[in-house]
Nanobody
Framework: QVQLVESGGGLVQAGGSLRLSCAAS????????MGWFRQAPGKEREFVAA????????YYADSVKGRFTISRDNAKNTAYLQLNSLKPEDTAVYYC????????????????????WGQGTQVTVSS
């Protein structure tokens, strides 16, 4: 079992930045691909970014490409999502997710492919 805990959310003005963290416990993340998803009020959960367990491959939703950066530190059992140039439409609860992956370069954008989820952290962007 992997337990995930997100942190780093908050209230920020449009154009600002935040850094979200996803700390894992219970099992090493070194062989787990990671992903970030978000859900705004009244909307379905959507994919934001993913990273392979090696860290060598990343993948982003078009809506965040060039503004958000996903990374990981396997030694610290932690994944990160750097959010820059934030917009009001980025307001949502952000969730991290993990899944075991045999291939070091695989990334996953479908939430149904993930086995473990955090409780979420709120990001609110004011205009």
């Amino acid at each position: 079992q992997v337990q995930l805990v997100e942190s780093g959310g908050g209230l920020v003005q449009a154009g600002g930045s935040l850094r979200l963290s996803c700390a894992a416990s219970g099992r090493t993340l070194s062989n787990h691909a990671m992903g970030w998803f978000r859900q705004a009020p009244g909307k379905e959960r959507e994919f934001v970014a993913a990273i392979s367990w090696s860290g060598s491959v990343t993948y982003y939703a078009d809506s965040v490409k060039g503004r958000f950066t996903i990374s990981r530190d396997n030694a610290k059992n932690t994944a990160y999502l750097q959010l820059n140039s934030l917009k009001p439409e980025d307001t949502a609860v952000y969730y991290c997710a993990a899944r075991f992956s045999r291939r070091s370069g695989s990334v996953y954008s479908d939430g149904g492919e993930y086995d473990y989820w955090g409780q979420g952290t709120q990001v609110t962007v004011s205009s």
